[in-house]
T-cell receptor
Framework: AQSVAQPEDQVNVAEGNPLTVKCTYSVSGNPYLFWYVQYPNRGLQFLLKYITGDNLVKGSYGFEAEFNKSQTSFHLKKPSALVSDSALYFCAVRDIGGGADGLTFGKGTHLIIQP | NAGVTQTPKFRILKIGQSMTLQCTQDMNHNYMYWYRQDPGMGLKLIYYSVGAGITDKGEVPNGYNVSRSTTEDFPLRLELAAPSQTSVYFC????????????FGPGTRLTVT
């Protein structure tokens, strides 16, 4: 079975500094990886995905993610953080072998950008 | 284009009561999903559907039922509510032609007391 780990419950970054939110995965076969963001009392919003191709994936709101097959990681990054980036971030992997391609999610990482 | 909509936004149930959480999407997506989100946890898949008339269980289906009579609607039924079903419920959909990203509704916050 596939799994996703987000090792940090919370990440604190000063506004204007680069940010990284970590994600590692375990899956048999080629991984399909996703990042979602959740603002308070809202649903999840899709940020970006990796299916195949370039290891650096660009997404919404200036976010990007780097796929590293040897380290089984898919870290979310942004060169310059904004206070409005403060939210809960989820990494997810496509379920293989069942669930009609449902997603397996990590526990989420709270990103706090300090002014 | 409203995307995925869910009603109600909030609900408090007493133990043993029943209710239906509504989910509607206007994107003509074939695939629809129900997840629950518990504090400090990721989302867990309850049920899914690959098209009208076709549903199947996900990771945590016990205590729930679904139906899919139209492409647009995918209601989730709770029978005999229990405190363990206190959670935030999200409906999601995706097109069979897309690269697997799902689009989520705003959620229903359910408390069972």
């Amino acid at each position: 079975a596939q799994s996703v780990a987000q090792p940090e419950d919370q990440v604190n970054v000063a506004e204007g500094n680069p940010l990284t939110v970590k994600c590692t995965y375990s899956v048999s076969g080629n991984p399909y990886l996703f990042w979602y963001v959740q603002y308070p009392n809202r649903g999840l919003q899709f940020l970006l995905k990796y299916i195949t191709g370039d290891n650096l994936v660009k997404g919404s709101y200036g976010f990007e993610a780097e796929f590293n097959k040897s380290q089984t990681s898919f870290h979310l990054k942004k060169p310059s953080a904004l206070v409005s980036d403060s939210a809960l971030y989820f990494c997810a992997v496509r379920d293989i072998g069942g669930g009609a391609d449902g997603l397996t999610f990590g526990k989420g990482t709270h990103l706090i950008i300090q002014p | 284009n409203a995307g995925v909509t869910q009603t109600p936004k909030f609900r408090i149930l007493k133990i043993g009561q029943s209710m239906t959480l509504q989910c509607t999407q206007d994107m003509n997506h074939n695939y629809m999903y129900w997840y629950r989100q518990d504090p400090g946890m990721g989302l867990k898949l309850i049920y899914y559907s690959v098209g009208a008339g076709i549903t199947d269980k996900g990771e945590v289906p016990n205590g729930y039922n679904v139906s899919r009579s139209t492409t647009e609607d995918f209601p989730l039924r709770l029978e005999l509510a229990a405190p363990s079903q206190t959670s935030v419920y999200f409906c999601a959909s995706r097109s069979s032609a897309s690269s697997y990203e799902q689009y989520f509704g705003p959620g229903t916050r359910l408390t069972v007391t």
